[in-house]
């Protein structure tokens, strides 16, 4: 079993943060998606997404998105969860995953991948003006997520879930975007220290 | 508890076909989201996200975003299984369940959404140029599934899921936003066929 990734992009560092919030361990074969290591034959063939990361299980079977292979290790070892228990937090934690997965890290990635340079081969076409007009949501998303962190401690609650891990690479990965945290988002910052001093962090 | 709702819309109906595949009732209130009923400061409480569906609970809990409101009652109600009952089946399952809902679901909303005059007031601001931008990709898309389908009877593989009902509802949404299925794609028109005579999918 083995999790091909790029040591960089955000997505692969939510399937490491996963895994070592739940302590498993497992192999990685690290490509570089800027030189399209991810487009070569054998890798389309595994994922005709031409996307990282993908979990590739001992009998062959494939198993992309990012959210995919952490549903995989849920059920594999349903211990810490990271997606909720009972019904009601199931729902809860996978709507926040949700709302930052497409109100903050969907904007970032296409005000960076619509606007920068060094995206312009793996973006076609660049559209200068679709990557301007998603500045302004991601700074919504910003102002909405720091408002609702005024009252609890994590993104969908009092517990640490998948929805804070989205949350973290996300404003991680806002720097190449262009992207900060403004003085004004205390609660967002406070919760980032948090969750940056947890030791899966650094995965 | 309720669904709040549009009727037109392709999300709240991913949300009645998927209850309906479980045989579980619900109340639905129906809001028209064309003359901005989300907005009304009621409802932006309730989501502030503005949008439908979302599921309020006998505590007034409010479950939004289409995924999560099918999460709670899967949770609530497992059989019929639409998620997967084992770890591959559950990787699977969510690996094409979002394949269809970025690579298909996504590019048909932005193409109608910035293309079309009567999204104007909702998509601001409206980028022709990325509206023609996701029509090779729902093209491209079309033609992997439809190549997919050569092999197997669903979306995910040989049992009907909640891919399936993305996929549908993203079909059937194409023709507001121009497209369709075209001869080449003969595997996907026989998978639309078996699905649509499904009862769930009069909902």
């Known amino acids: 079993m083995k999790i091909v990734q790029d040591g960089r992009a955000p997505n692969p560092r939510r399937v490491r943060i996963f895994l070592a919030e739940k302590s498993i361990e497992i192999a990685f074969e690290t490509i570089d998606i800027m030189t399209e290591e991810h487009k070569t034959p054998?890798?389309?063939?595994?994922?005709?997404?031409?996307?990282?990361?993908y979990l590739v299980l001992d009998d062959g079977t494939v198993i992309a998105e990012t959210m995919a292979?952490?549903?995989?290790?849920?059920?594999?070892?349903?211990?810490?969860s990271l997606f909720g228990r009972t019904a009601r937090d199931q729902g809860v934690i996978e709507?926040?995953?949700?709302?930052?997965?497409?109100?903050?890290l969907a904007p970032v990635a296409h005000a960076f991948r619509h606007?920068?340079?060094?995206?312009?081969?793996?973006?076609?076409?660049?559209?200068?003006?679709?990557?301007?007009a998603n500045v302004p949501k991601?700074?919504?998303?910003l102002d909405l997520l720091n408002g609702e962190l005024q009252g609890?401690?994590?993104i969908a609650g009092e517990q640490f879930s998948v929805a804070d891990i989205t949350a973290l690479?996300?404003?991680?990965?806002?720097?190449?975007?262009?992207?900060?945290?403004?003085?004004?988002?205390?609660?967002?910052?406070?919760?980032?220290?948090?969750v940056s001093a947890r030791p899966s962090a650094r995965a």
Not at 69 to 80: D, G, K, L, S, W
Not at 95 to 104: A, D, I
Not at 138 to 141: L, R
Request: proline share 7%; charged share 25%; net charge positive.
């Open 69 to 80: 292979i952490c549903r995989y290790f849920e059920a594999v070892q349903p211990a810490p």
């Open 115 to 132: 606007r920068h340079p060094r995206m312009a081969h793996l973006e076609v076409p660049q559209v200068a003006e679709w990557g301007e």
């Open 169 to 194: 690479c996300t404003i991680d990965f806002m720097k190449v975007a262009r992207f900060s945290l403004a003085e004004r988002h205390g609660n967002l910052k406070r919760w980032h220290g948090a």
């Open 42 to 53: 054998e890798r389309i063939q595994q994922n005709p997404m031409a996307r990282v990361p």
């Open 152 to 154: 609890r401690a994590y």
């Open 138 to 141: 991601v700074e919504a998303m």
């Open 95 to 104: 709507m926040w995953q949700r709302r930052v997965e497409q109100g903050l």
